[in-house]
């Protein structure tokens, strides 16, 4: 007793000050790309060929007087694969975690600001906003966005404070959070188990694969993430999202942080 | 050429022209595969490959001779669509023979528990093992389970959802009363075509699907990936990309091993340990995001070296956070062991024989923790293992406590490693171009992941490009071990048990 006490002391307090206090992210943390398509040649595919998931679209020589240089975040896995590719330096990742959207055309960016998550209406806010229970499904997730979801859960993050609580049941959950690309072989358990959460309920899309499939996009043994299965509320990008991307998402979501607040 | 068995030998990331892989008639190569693992060694891959220039099936085995430090490759060929199976004489081929069917439509003929293995098509169409009519889909989880029969036996299925956060599996318990005579694992949710999608390769997403093909052990395959490639490319890596490698492959395992010590308290109840690991796991990922943005290793680990440098403006404080972590990681986990309430729940539960631990084939912290000192960084070096020597960390109790205790042994011995590395990170540049892959070449590549041994075999065609890519993740043999570990155990100490082996559903199903 008197050694665990002791090691509690030496533990200290560890949850982060976020979001009251602006959290440091690693400086080689890649989160949103910011786009300049005045720098591209007309005729350069260089980001869109080294993209892995096609998430660049080019349409410069096609249509040069419209935004000529669109990436869709749904898509991207942050490598900045297009980065290193460009010689002209017209895409750029920036330290910015905040990433999460409440529509999947939101998430295709042209040049101007991403428009981060709406809160819920009104009446949702008054259902949802003051306690969230929420059932995880991991569908052929690769046990990344898996562990990033659970580290909310721990004291750094401390989730509860918020009123957010992963539950075991869907019958006690007010939403399910899906992670993976949806394989074939998951597609009726993910399916029964939204089934099973009583209405109203919320469903959000974690991670590149859950939102379009990611580097899986295309595989016959897949279904290219939820979109098509269930009415996405909120879609939340990454190759895993950050934890802080994860959580920026849901307060957004529930009103807890609103506009261009970090 | 020749050596063990009438195989061609190579090692560790070394690749032989395919054509120096010796074709033995099918009762030699039987033979070979039952004698090696009979002797001690152990199979490391055994699967098919369509080879459009020759006829039927190739199966190719790669056996793994750990006294030697070598790799012997050979293959037979199947005309037929059927065989006689060699898992009654070498049980650590169960599941590559299960797989070889369920992807070639052979039948290995006196299986002794052939069921599908992940729930997919044949990709040979027209040839089902099964005999199931063309064009039917398999539905996953339908397959005939092993039952116990008796009036107060009763069955409890679970899964393919959990009640966490947590990838699917399908587990099905034969009890008597509390008491599991019988645990069977059925998987193959999480199947997406990951290997499948690598033939043709290496392609724009190539490196993407490795970093994801179990994603907390993103360092652990690319780095397998990495050197088969550069196996084929030709060439060497500069020293300070070798070392960075191997920092980064023993963070992923500080993190996870940290992660597990934290379940495992969590599991019995032990708060203080639950909470203070469940933290010190994020220490370590951010430290590997420290070094390269990614709390996951993403982009770090590249063809022909690595992508993030630990320059020097970097070391001092990234020693300093590791090593603040390791103080706290070292309170948290001595927690563990002072603890009777702990340690009268690892001790004796869920135990693991030696000897089914080598019949079955086991790797890594749970093999380790049955007695066997296996650990592909001592046993098969690579890369900065051939110059630093990671003593292996073993513990002979085979039990929960055995899996949990080893895995302490090993975060201590990973910092020591970091620390010493970091100390003299040798020069040179982080990463050259590769060429293009030699044509018709074949190279393995072993590496120790933190689950165990990871292997990963490329074939090469004609053109250069890969014609197979066969992904061994250390679940495919440990899961067997889960279930025996089950045997005689009460229900309710499956979390336990399940958490003291933790292995990757994608990893398994692909």
Same mark, same amino acid.
């Given at each position: ?65 419209? @935004? ?19 010689? #002209? ?10 990433? @999460? ?12 600001? &991403?428009?981060? #998550? ?72 993910? &399916?029964?188990?939204?089934? @099973? ?7 959000? @899309? ?57 | ?16 022209? +395919?054509? $120096? ?28 490959? %369509? ?13 793994? =001779? ?6 012997? %490759? ?46 997919? +098509? ?5 040839? =089902? ?28 299925? %679970? ?6 956060? *947590? ?39 190539? *490196? ?7 994603? $907390? ?25 070798? %070392? ?150 073993? !513990? ?82 440990? !899961? ?31």
């Amino acid at each position: 007793m008197l050694r665990a006490t002791i090691a509690r002391l030496k533990q200290g307090h560890r949850t982060i000050p976020y979001p009251a206090e602006e959290p440091v992210l690693p400086d080689r943390f890649r989160g949103l790309p910011v786009l300049d398509s005045a720098r591209c040649a007309d005729d350069c595919r260089a980001c869109a060929d080294a993209c892995p998931t096609e998430a660049i679209i080019r349409e410069g020589a096609v249509n040069p007087a419209g @935004a000529g240089l669109r990436l869709d975040l749904g898509r991207c896995l942050f490598c900045t694969d297009c980065q290193e590719a460009c010689p #002209a330096g017209a895409i750029r990742y920036t330290q910015d975690y905040r990433l @999460a959207a409440r529509n999947r055309q939101d998430l295709v960016l042209d040049g101007q600001t &991403l428009k981060l #998550a709406s809160a819920l209406n009104e009446k949702s806010r008054r259902v949802f906003g003051r306690s969230l229970k929420l059932r995880q499904v991991s569908a052929a997730g690769c046990n990344a966005c898996e562990a990033d979801l659970n580290v909310l859960s721990t004291v750094v993050f401390d989730l509860g404070r918020f009123g957010i609580q992963f539950v075991a049941s869907p019958r006690h959950a007010d939403g399910i959070v899906v992670t993976g690309p949806v394989s074939e072989n998951m597609r009726t358990a993910l &399916l029964e188990t939204y089934a @099973a959460i009583p209405a109203p309920k919320l469903a959000i @899309a974690v991670g590149a694969c859950a939102v379009s499939g990611g580097p899986y996009a295309g595989n016959p043994e897949i279904h290219n993430g939820c979109e098509a299965l269930l009415p996405v509320d909120l879609y939340i990008p990454g190759c895993p999202p950050h934890p802080l991307t994860i959580l920026d998402g849901l307060l957004r979501l529930l009103g807890q942080i609103e506009g261009d607040r970090r | 050429m020749n050596g063990k068995f009438g195989f061609a030998h190579t090692r560790n990331g070394i690749a032989l022209p +395919a054509r $120096d892989v010796p074709e033995l008639p099918l009762p030699d190569f039987r033979h070979a595969v039952i004698e090696a693992a009979a002797n001690g060694d152990r199979v490391a891959a055994l699967f098919g490959h %369509v080879n459009p220039a020759a006829s039927g099936l190739e199966v190719y085995a790669i056996i793994s =001779d750990s006294l030697n430090a070598r790799l012997h %490759v050979g293959k037979a060929r199947l005309e037929s669509d059927r065989y006689p199976a060699l898992t009654p004489d070498c049980p650590q081929v169960h599941l590559f023979e299960r797989e070889l069917a369920e992807q070639y439509g052979v039948r290995p003929e006196g299986h002794p528990w052939f069921k599908p293995v992940r729930f997919h +098509a044949s990709y040979r169409p027209g040839q =089902d093992a099964w005999s199931r009519p063309e064009g039917s889909a398999p539905v996953v989880g339908v397959t005939d389970f092993y039952r116990v029969e008796g009036e107060q036996i009763h069955e409890v299925a %679970v899964g393919p959802v959990h009640a966490g956060i *947590i990838e699917p599996g399908h587990f099905r318990f034969q009890c008597h009363g509390e008491q599991v005579y019988h645990l069977e694992i059925s998987l193959g949710y999480q199947h997406r075509g990951a290997e499948r999608s690598l033939a043709g390769g290496p392609h724009r997403r190539t *490196i993407h699907t490795l970093e994801t093909v179990a994603g $907390d052990t993103s360092v652990g395959h690319t780095t397998a990936y990495c050197l088969a490639v550069e196996a084929l490319a030709g060439g060497h890596l500069s020293a300070r990309a070798e %070392v960075l490698r191997g920092v980064a492959l023993e963070l992923e395992r500080l993190a996870n091993h940290t992660g597990d010590l934290g379940a495992l308290a969590g599991d019995v109840a032990f708060l203080p340990t639950a909470a203070y690991c469940g933290r010190l796991r994020g220490d370590f990922l951010n430290l590997t995001a420290f070094l390269c943005g990614s709390r996951f290793g993403r982009g770090l680990v590249r063809p022909g070296g690595v992508g993030f440098d630990l320059e020097e403006g970097r070391q001092a404080q990234f020693l300093e956070r590791l090593e603040a972590a390791e103080r706290d990681v070292t309170v948290a986990a001595e927690l563990l062991w002072d603890s009777a309430s702990v340690q009268a729940r690892f001790e004796g539960t869920g135990t693991v024989s030696p000897k089914d631990c080598l019949e079955l084939g086991l790797v890594g912290p749970a093999a380790r923790a049955c007695g066997v000192e296996c650990d592909v960084r001592q046993d098969f070096p690579w890369g900065v293992f051939r110059f630093v020597q990671i003593p292996v960390s073993s !513990w002979d109790t085979g039990d929960v406590f055995s899996r949990a205790y080893v895995r302490w042994l090993e975060i201590q011995r990973s910092v020591e490693f970091i620390r010493a590395q970091l100390q003299s990170l040798p020069g040179g540049s982080l990463r050259r171009a590769l060429g293009p892959l030699r044509a018709g070449h074949l190279a393995v590549s072993l590496v120790e992941g933190w689950r165990g041994e990871i292997c990963h075999v490329a074939l090469t065609d004609e053109q250069g490009r890969i014609a197979r890519y066969k992904i061994v993740d250390p679940s495919f043999h440990n !899961w067997s071990g889960l279930a025996m570990a089950l045997r005689n155990q009460q229900i309710s100490d499956f979390p336990l048990c399940n958490k003291s082996f933790n292995l990757s559903y994608c990893g398994f199903d692909l």
